[in-house]
């Protein structure tokens, strides 16, 4: 499957209020979105994304000991739920249900779903979904062959409610540390008020943790491959973007 490169560069914006508590070295970043501001309204999310990805980076100790299976999954989890929550935001501020953008599913076992083809667009059918980040990304690390994407999806159908829904199918010595699900749970809340200090329009929270993964795929070439990096990604992202977080 060819793969295209993408310029993320275009427009500006200005920084955003730093008076928040973050750190500083969170503050240096924003402070480096206002002196590049005519790099784009992209750069908030890649600079955003750097951050993010240095701190699970460092709470996974550093990039000789992290296990890049683990942060591959978790950035997965975020990225996907990610779509969600930017579609939520969006319904909301246009004085809609929060979930009107979904088509909601209830399983077997109780839970609600959401699917719909507005979240499978942010997901993987624009040029800045989260597939089109992470296939370049993969790309560049030197894969050549690529997961069916359309299988991904059908997966993650089929699975629903079951005991095997949002694990991904990788081999034993690749996995993570934990399920995409917990990730997701320990890591949404505590990271939103840094995505929001650098991207505080909601469609770029899924651009800021699409860019997140391009960093784990590329500088993790050398312990997973780029390829298998890629399927990690997408099966822990699919999967979340479909949960109900509140209630899981």
Known sequence: MPVKIYDKSSGARPIPDSNSGLSQQTE???HAIHLH???????????GAKAIYQRLLAEAGNRQQ???????????????YACQAYLRA????????ET???LVVDALDGKQFFFGDPLNK???????????????AAHQAGAEEFPDLDELFQHTASVLGSKDFGIPRVPGRHRAGDTPLNYLKAQWAPLLPVVKSFCPDPANWPI???????EAI??????IPPALALSIVMESAIPMSKIDLANS
Request: neutral net charge; glycine residues 10%.
């Open 28 to 30: 240096e970043l924003l």
């Open 100 to 102: 009107a953008a979904f």
């Open 37 to 47: 501001s005519l790099e784009g309204p992209m750069a908030g999310a890649r600079l």
């Open 218 to 223: 590329i500088l993790g070439k050398d312990a």
């Open 90 to 97: 969006q319904a909301v501020a246009r004085g809609m249900s």
């Open 122 to 136: 942010i997901l993987a059918n624009s040029q800045y979904s989260l597939w089109s980040l992470a296939a370049t």
């Open 66 to 80: 992290v296990h890049f299976a683990s942060l591959l999954c978790n950035l997965g989890a975020l990225a996907g």
């Open 208 to 214: 800021l943790y699409g860019m997140a993964t391009q």
